[in-house]
């Protein structure tokens, strides 16, 4: 398969963001801050916008380089729909009734309506071959607490990858999942559309969504990795 250079990747998917933005289509996977006063914390908050109109806040646990089980996803995540109403992009949540409103400003960035608070476009890879080691590592430990090594050749092996992002519980196969997750395993991989295909020489596929938060361009080897929400650095 052919690969296109690493930086003409980065500006094709740079380009399309911008473009949508301009066309004023919101679509995409959103990542930014927010205060949790209850328990002192800054907690990382994402919002999701589909081209048909769906919109979640969170993210796809699968990506979108698969079709979104959206009654799976609506059981921990506000759902509903996205609409452009003037400047403004509004999220209606369908189960409660509420809107959240946001203006989109010409860099792309979603900020809510009176809140200075805002949302930036995540860098979802599609048809990336990546090489490097992405993980959590403990300054004090030779073992990461948890790392995936992907290769140019389309080959990956992680350590303890799924159970740390909880991935049997990502799915409405729950019990089927835990009997068949590994601690750590080998196999190829491929990238869609910020879906992270794991293909375990064991026989099992794990779907998990993969993007570069929005000040980290995608690249060969990107400094940050984003999975299912959780930052891995690069191993130095």
């Not at 081209?51 to 990506?63: N, S």
């Not at 189960?95 to 979603?110: I, N």
């Not at 099992?204 to 999975?227: C, E, F, N």
Request: net charge positive; aromatic share 10%.
């Amino acid at each position: 398969m052919r690969h296109l250079p690493t930086a003409l990747i980065a500006c094709a998917a740079l380009f399309s963001s911008a473009t949508a933005f301009a066309q004023g289509d919101p679509a995409g996977v959103y990542y930014g801050f927010r205060a949790d006063q209850l328990n002192n914390k800054v907690r990382a908050e994402h919002y999701t916008f589909l081209h048909d109109g769906r919109a979640l806040r969170g993210y796809p646990t699968e990506g979108l380089g698969r079709p979104i089980d959206w009654d799976y996803e609506c059981r921990f995540a506000e759902c509903g729909t996205w609409r452009r109403q003037g400047a403004q992009v509004v999220f209606h949540n369908a189960a409660a009734g509420a809107e959240t409103r946001f203006t989109m400003d010409a860099s792309g960035v979603l900020r809510k309506s009176g809140s200075t608070q805002g949302y930036r476009a995540m860098h979802l890879l599609d048809n990336a071959r990546l090489e490097g080691t992405w993980g959590i590592f403990d300054p004090g430990s030779t073992k990461p607490i948890t790392a995936i090594r992907l290769t140019e050749s389309g080959r990956f092996s992680e350590t303890g990858l799924l159970p740390y992002l909880s991935w049997a519980d990502l799915g409405a196969d729950s019990a089927q999942r835990q009997g068949r997750m590994p601690r750590s395993g080998n196999g190829a991989y491929s990238i869609r559309r910020g879906t992270l295909e794991l293909r375990y020489d064991s026989g099992l596929t794990a779907y998990l969504m993969v993007a570069t938060p929005p000040a980290v361009p995608p690249g060969r080897s990107p400094a940050t990795l984003h999975v299912n929400g959780t930052a891995l650095d690069r191993k130095p």
